[in-house]
Nanobody, 116 residues
Framework: QVQVTESGGGLVQAGGSLTLSCAAS????????MRWYRQAPGNERELVAS???????TYSDSVKGRFTISRDNANNTVTLRMSSLNPEDTGVYFC??????????WGQGTQVTVSS
């Protein structure tokens, strides 16, 4: 199995920046897709950004141009760099990774709070 741990969450003022990291550990040779989700209170969990094994990235319309996702295959990590944050970005951010057996694993989440 794969263990997934997010870090980097915190409180930031509107207009500020924050960087989230996700580290995967366990028995695997390599990871396939890596994705970041977020969930605000009362809302469904939504896909924020995705990066494929080859490095192809996709973003939701609400974060496009402000967020950047990247991965480090040597260290089995994925990073989400967020800028120009607004209160609508507030929520718990979750990392999902897919191993080389195409099974999905989720982290526990990290809280991001943007004050206005």
């Amino acid at each position: 199995q794969v263990q997934v741990t997010e870090s980097g969450g915190g409180l930031v003022q509107a207009g500020g920046s924050l960087t989230l990291s996700c580290a995967a550990s366990g028995r695997f040779s390599s990871l396939n897709g890596m994705r970041w989700y977020r969930q605000a209170p009362g809302n469904e969990r939504e896909l924020v950004a995705s990066i494929s094994r080859e490095g192809f990235t996709t973003y939701s319309d609400s974060v496009k141009g402000r967020f950047t996702i990247s991965r480090d295959n040597a260290n089995n990590t994925v990073t989400l760099r967020m800028s120009s944050l607004n209160p609508e970005d507030t929520g718990v951010y979750f990392c999902r990774v897919t191993n080389d057996w195409y099974r999905d694993f989720w982290g526990q989440g990290t809280q991001v709070t943007v004050s206005s």
